[in-house]
């Protein structure tokens, strides 16, 4: 079998996307008589600088011959890539066995988790004897080859169903009933998530880019975010394409202590609230977390809405698992667990026999009441009313990263409050 990977074709602000690009290579191939195995649509480190939007590669695995599968590649970036944007430098990548050697998949992890030079990927890239182009500085090789890799190198997949517009409409106000795509969400979850976000009354599987992208649907199961798609009710689109996908999966996260966290990767780290959470200017949440030997600041961003009033109820002490991506020294939170919450706080004791609040009797030498002469040798703890509870908060759909994972996935060490 073939793989024939791609990467980098769009832009910031031009309408186009890779995820296309991968729609029209697979067409092609179909059209030729090539069996199309899947389509793979592999999310990479989200923190990279240089990513346009999701940061995805694509693969099309399928029974081709290799010099086929990388003509019809070149020929699709030639036509279709946004190379007028000079932060678009697509590449290609053709194997020709989906089984990755161990040095591919291992590549395929690291850049999920660093930034890595396209010299680099060309070079491994040869070594395996794998056909590549690239335009521009290439850097679009280094997502296809691990676009590559990724069959091999992780086993947690979901899926996505994509529709797409015909081109003429790129660009155009989306036509779609809100009121389905609520209706259809609802009748699939859990099976397929972040359709949809309740509260915020957001259509979160619609984008409002100006590229080929109607809707795209999540989830866990292949007939179930098929179904969704079929039942809204929008413009007729152009054309459909079925994604196994790593999205939802927090292969993007490593475990690290609060020192060796570093800028540009994704982290999961355990740590104590260390001081009682700021609200600033424009509406974030800051709140420091430490474990005994480095501190790190951690951040709700005001787009995460409603996930920082869990943030605000944190009190120092309090015992947290925190997921996010790291930038400028500050985690950008994406989840948290609560793992042990501080119970009562510190307050001036009382005195027993005429209950009037006793005073300070010097340095280290504890607290009197003036009036009885009674003495406390320090302060005393009362009970504090908590807003949380143990377990996972996570920020609600509108605010998911295509990579991270939601609680309503998989089984959790803790009791999960899942968003909707």
Not at 20 to 41: I, N
Not at 58 to 77: C, E, N
Not at 128 to 141: D, I, K, S
Not at 239 to 250: H, I, P, S, W, Y
Request: hydrophobic residues 40%; proline residues 6%; contains cysteine.
């Amino acid at each position: 079998m073939t793989v024939v990977a791609l990467d980098d074709t769009d832009s910031r602000t031009a309408g186009m996307c890779t995820t296309y690009a991968a729609h029209l290579v697979a067409e092609e191939l179909r059209a030729a008589g090539c069996t199309v195995h899947r389509v793979l649509l592999v999310r990479l480190n989200p923190a990279v600088a240089y990513k346009t939007r999701g940061n995805a590669a694509l693969a099309v695995h399928a029974d081709v011959d290799p010099q086929v599968g990388f003509d019809t590649a070149r020929r699709v970036v030639d036509a279709h890539a946004e190379t007028d944007d000079d932060r678009t430098n697509p590449g290609v990548v053709v194997a020709h066995d989906a089984d990755a050697p161990a040095p591919v998949a291992a590549f395929a992890h690291r850049a999920l988790r660093a930034d890595i030079d396209p010299a680099d990927a060309a070079a491994l890239a040869a070594a395996h004897g794998y056909r590549t182009a690239g335009w521009g500085t290439g850097r679009g090789v280094v997502g296809a080859l691990a676009a590559v890799g990724a069959w091999t190198a992780f086993s947690d997949w979901t899926y996505e169903c994509i529709q797409y517009r015909p081109r003429d409409r790129w660009g155009t106000t989306r036509r779609v009933d809100a009121d389905s795509v609520f209706a259809a969400a609802d009748d699939a979850y859990p099976a397929a998530w972040d359709t949809v976000d309740h509260v915020e009354d957001d259509l979160v599987c619609v984008p409002h880019t100006p590229g080929p992208i109607l809707y795209g649907i999540r989830g866990d199961d292949a007939d179930a975010v098929q179904a969704v798609a079929a039942d809204i009710d929008s413009e007729p689109p152009h054309a459909r394409e079925l994604f196994v996908t790593n999205q939802g999966t927090d292969a993007h996260l490593a475990d690290a202590p609060l020192a060796d966290a570093r800028d540009g990767r994704g982290y999961r780290v355990e740590g104590v609230v260390a001081d009682h959470p700021e609200t600033r200017e424009g509406g974030h949440v800051f709140v420091p977390i430490t474990d005994g030997e480095a501190t790190l600041a951690c951040v709700a961003f005001e787009p995460t809405k409603r996930f920082r009033d869990h943030v605000r109820n944190l009190r120092p002490g309090d015992r947290i698992t925190a997921c996010g991506e790291v930038a400028d020294g500050t985690l950008k939170l994406e989840k948290f667990a609560v793992r042990g919450l501080t119970r009562t706080t510190p307050t001036t004791p009382v005195c027993p026999d005429c209950g009037t609040t006793m005073e300070s009797a010097g340095a280290t030498q504890g607290y009197r009441c003036r009036d009885c002469s009674t003495t406390a040798p320090g302060t005393a703890h009362r009970l504090i009313e908590r807003a949380l509870d143990p377990g996972w908060y996570e920020v609600p759909p509108c605010a998911r990263r295509h990579i991270a994972q939601p609680l309503v996935r998989g089984d959790w060490d803790a009791a999960a409050h899942p968003e909707r």
